[in-house]
């Protein structure tokens, strides 16, 4: 498996402000995609769009106000289909502020995305081909 | 982010579409999947002039999609997994920007009450 993606950010907000955004639709939509679906209970669906990506998955822990945990995958995405990878949201409170650590797991390896490339690679460029890109 | 001097820079989603937006390009890239070939093993499967076919694998080249050794007077090529990074890459910027906006919407929604100017 390929290293996680992991990113950071300290908020002015103690935890309990801050995990609603990550399980309320009303609130996830201001930050994290135009639509969301979000039903956040262990089992329950998550559905966002990523930068025209329809990104999928199922919330695995919830456990206000310190920890999520969500599976994700893209669909039609043979190499990162829906439930494949995890995505873990830790809150620490650090006085009247959180800090919010996010870790995305389980992305395909390189082995992986290179069974996977010759049909993700027909398909990117057949698009292209009739998206109208010029032949470079 | 630095690149070596030799190192074809990250290219952009747009390069490696257009790059794969060929049929033969596509089909240099399956030809070299599996195994590192010559330039004239590549150009021996297509009709076309070797110029025509060392340009397709130029374009690849600079898409970052295939790797290009010299030995002796030979050039041979082989593919480079790392180019085909969509998803990796959609990641890596999404997250920190997207975490940078909740930071920004949560503080507008809640600021600071009492808070004794910066």
């Known amino acids: ?136 | 982010m630095p690149t070596g001097p030799d190192t074809a820079s990250p290219a952009g989603t747009d390069v490696v579409l257009r790059a794969l937006a060929d049929p033969h390009r596509r089909e240099i890239m399956r030809l070299i999947q599996d195994s590192e070939l010559p330039a004239g093993q590549i150009a021996a499967h297509f009709t076309l002039t070797q110029q025509a076919v060392s340009q397709h694998l130029t374009v690849l080249k600079r898409a970052g999609l295939l790797e290009e050794r010299r030995e002796g007077t030979r050039r041979l090529y082989r593919f480079q997994p790392a180019s085909l990074e969509p998803v990796r890459e959609m990641l890596d910027e999404f997250w920190p920007d997207a975490l940078q906006r909740l930071k920004r919407v949560v503080e507008r929604d809640h600021p600071r009450r009492g808070a004794k100017g910066s």
């Open chain 1, 1 to 136: 498996m390929t290293e996680p993606v992991t990113a950071s950010v300290r908020i002015a907000a103690p935890p309990e402000v801050v995990f609603p955004y990550f399980t309320d639709p009303a609130l996830a939509v201001k930050w994290i995609a135009k639509a969301a679906y979000l039903d956040a209970r262990p089992g329950g669906t998550l559905a966002i769009d990523v930068r025209g990506n329809p990104a999928r998955g199922e919330y695995v822990v919830v456990d206000p106000p310190h920890r999520v945990v969500f599976t994700w995958g893209i669909e039609g995405r043979e190499d990162l289909p829906p439930g494949s990878s995890t995505v873990e949201v830790v809150l620490r409170a650090d006085g009247d502020e959180s800090v919010v650590t996010l870790t995305h797991r389980d992305l395909p390896s390189e082995d992986q995305r290179r069974s996977h490339w010759e049909g993700w690679a027909e398909f990117l460029g057949l698009l292209a081909e009739q998206a109208g890109s010029s032949p470079a």
